[in-house]
């Protein structure tokens, strides 16, 4: 099963959410960056359900497809209160952190700003998740190492990822 | 109603206007995703980075829709979605059958969604199945199918017409609702056509899979539909939507006692079984006979050449009223009648 985020304001549950949605397809076609991607064959009972796969192209957080989702599975929600995970950092991977280099594309790239990640102080370039983080994933989309130090966990499992990419696999199955 | 000989306005001109919608909604359903595909090349600002294909998509989009709009990135998010569920000027439009599953699925009522599926709902209770025949993008593409089998019978090659019972779709939407609702997914959005066309159609054109290829392909649903064309082609004229779509089998049962329907008039039919032989339905208007089944196509009107069709308001079908007044065997009772009663 791939790596997928739920599109912004999805049902916590994924159960819930995938017996809520139709499978209209709507959200997809309302997308301005075409990140909302649709489940086939290989989603099981997730099939027409949409995802959002940040490696490939993370959420602007536009909130079109809230507001055109006829049913509750994409419920309209302020900005700053989606949760679609939290960005999740691999020390031992990230250019900076391992002092490979400058970087900054993900707190470049942040739409929320200084909100949801920045620098470690007095440590140039080497970037640090906050609170604020609501998961979009545009930090993954741009991040250059191709091991994607940076990638969207759920929000219990914290910003500093912790057992590198055993942790990872965890989250892809 | 407007029965009138000479009018332009004839009831017989139905059909095709009727065909001029199923064109008009299967046409959208073309249109919307490269619309769509134009808006995030719009969003983009990225004209000049596109391959000369989608420079293709967006010049001939922008063609089309600059007459209509001034800001395509968002203006054109009015009209959007497809007959399973969409939005039209703000508007929320869902099929019965998608309010019915999700419904059974989520095991919750969810009134916002449930209000989309109002005004179809309404529409179904005074018309009853005419989704079927007038909007559901695929019938335009079974009704295609349809003539092919004419095509293919022409060239030797046989068309299926079984008959099986109508009622089984019933059971197929029981079922159906039933496994949505134990499965926790709106399964059958799997397996009701329209909705598959819909869907397939927007994510052969503006999905494309994963890889992020404009024009990427079909998927599962494309070889199901393709399968229910073949069924209706070899096995069953328009077998599916007769005998297993579990939208048609919703319809029927909210169209039980539609309240415009189409009757015969007896004066001023021959008998020539025309409408039977051109009712999509197997239904038998000859004989009055219209059911819950019918969807108000108004093929048989069309086709009628003596005009013996009308549109009433009435919530049940007449009953049988022996044979046409213009057809032999009524002519034959007559003076058998004649012949029998003493001088008059």
Known sequence: MRWHLRPPGALKDDLAFVSACIGCGVCGEVCPTRCIKFYTREGGNRINTPYIDPSVKGCILCGKCMEVCP?????????????????????????????????????????????????????????????????????VEVCPHPGLPVWIASREEGTIARHGAGQRRKWLQ | MMTAKGNFFHIRHLNKLRWVVLSIVFLMLLLLPFIYLYQTY????????????????????????????????????????????????????????????QAAASQKFYWPFILTGLIPLIFTLILGRFYCGWICPATFLYELNSNLAVLLN??????????????????????????????????TAAIYPPAIVGREIYYGIAQGGYSHVVLGGFGAGAVFFFTTLLFDLFVSRRGFC??????????SLLGRYRVLRIQ?????????????????????????????????????????????FEFKFSVKD???????????????????????????
């Open chain 2, 154 to 187: 022409k060239m030797g090659i046989h068309s299926g017409n079984r008959r099986f019972d109508r009622r089984f779709k019933y059971l197929v939407l029981a079922v159906g609702v039933t496994l949505s609702a134990v499965a926790g997914a709106v399964l």
């Open chain 2, 42 to 101: 719009v969003a983009a600002h990225a004209y000049d980075l596109l391959p000369a294909s989608e420079k293709q998509i967006y010049n001939v989009m922008e063609k089309l829709t600059s007459p209509f709009v001034s800001d395509p990135e968002n203006q054109l998010d009015q009209i959007k979605g497809n007959t399973w569920s969409g939005t039209l000027f703000g508007l929320k439009l869902s099929d019965p059958l998608a309010v019915v599953s």
């Open chain 2, 318 to 344: 007449k009953v049988f009223q022996g044979p046409g007044h213009l057809g032999r065997s009524y002519r034959r009772g007559q003076e058998a009648r004649l012949m029998s009663e003493p001088d008059e």
């Open chain 1, 71 to 139: 049913t509750e599975s994409l419920t309209p929600t302020p900005k700053e209160e989606i949760d679609m995970g939290i960005a999740q950092i691999d020390r031992s991977a990230c250019y900076p952190w391992v002092d490979q280099g400058i970087c900054g594309a993900c707190v470049a790239v942040c739409p929320l700003g200084g909100k949801a990640i920045g620098f470690d102080f007095a440590n140039f370039y080497k970037p640090v998740v906050k609170e604020g983080c609501v998961g979009c994933g545009q930090c």
């Open chain 2, 242 to 251: 007769r005998y297993l779509c579990p939208g048609g089998a919703l319809y």
């Open chain 2, 264 to 308: 015969r008039v007896v004066e001023e039919c021959n008998d020539c079984a025309k409408c039977n032989a051109v009712c999509e339905f197997g239904l038998d208007p000859l004989r009055d006979s219209f059911g819950q089944e019918c969807n108000n196509c108004t093929a048989c009107i069309a086709i009628c050449p003596t005009d013996a």
